[in-house]
């Protein structure tokens, strides 16, 4: 004769009263929700016959599917607007999302008289090293630049690849003396050492001009500025 599970499991009716509870609670929450739904769209409990019922059930299902993937939308927009603002060779902000960011600092200084000044940051013979060691050689050295840019600034500050060779600072918090500081620091962070280049070594050189953000500046107009004393440093020497 065949023994039944049941019959020789003594844990039998713990795992069945325990599974029933289950269902029940479950049962319950999507009375709840029902029952809020009905509530919402204004139906009685008289009116929760089980037609209603189950058009209410297929109703609450077709929401969580609807915000699942709105989430998801979201999620994806958030990853689109990175790329949007990312330089495609560096981590660093592109133009476009440096100028917005600029321009935040800007307003922020002219309603707060808040310090702030911008570096700008332009490579020394990178024509010669992407003539002599490729062009591979010369996306080492702009990585180099930025990476090296990154690694002695604050959170509160942007870095950002301008185009080309040429590379932006904001320094929030900072007055004219205290940017011309940093600038040389970052300066010489940059110099500190060589890129490999195969079997080569080539040094980087870099030379900055920078301008405080007053309160009667624009972000365009700095950004000029600055810019203007990158090159007269530069044909200074």
């Known amino acids: 004769m065949k023994v039944s599970g049941a019959q020789t499991d003594p844990l039998f009716g713990v795992r069945r009263r325990a599974?029933?509870?289950?269902?029940?609670s479950a049962?319950?929450?999507?009375?709840?929700?029902?029952?809020?739904?009905?509530a919402f769209l204004g139906l009685e409990p008289v009116?929760?016959?089980?037609?209603?019922?189950?058009?209410?059930?297929?109703?609450l299902s077709e929401i969580e599917e609807l915000r699942v993937e709105v989430g998801r939308l979201k999620s994806r927009l958030n990853e689109a607007e990175d790329l949007a603002d990312t330089d495609p060779l560096t981590p660093l902000l592109n133009r476009r999302a440096f100028l917005r960011e600029l321009h935040r600092v800007v307003t922020f200084a002219q309603r707060y008289g808040s310090p702030a000044s911008l570096i700008y940051f332009?490579?020394?013979?990178?024509?010669?090293?992407?003539?002599r060691f490729g062009h591979a050689a010369g996306d080492i050295a702009l990585k180099a630049v930025a990476e090296r840019l990154m690694a002695h600034v604050r959170e509160s500050d942007v870095v950002g690849r301008l185009g080309g060779d040429e590379f932006g600072v904001i320094l929030v918090q900072a007055d004219l003396g205290a940017a011309l500081a940093k600038a040389q620091a970052l300066a010489t962070a940059v110099e500190s050492e060589p890129i490999q280049c195969g079997e080569w070594l080539a040094p980087l050189k870099i030379s900055f001009g920078v301008r405080q953000i007053d309160a009667d500046v624009s972000a365009e107009q700095a950004l000029a500025d600055a810019d203007q004393a990158m090159y007269a440093r530069k044909r200074a020497g």
């Open 27 to 38: 049962q319950g929450a999507t009375g709840a929700r029902q029952s809020d739904s009905a």
């Open 122 to 131: 332009d490579l020394d013979g990178f024509k010669a090293v992407n003539d």
């Open 19 to 24: 599974a029933l509870q289950q269902a029940a």
């Open 47 to 59: 009116d929760l016959t089980p037609p209603v019922q189950a058009a209410l059930s297929t109703l």
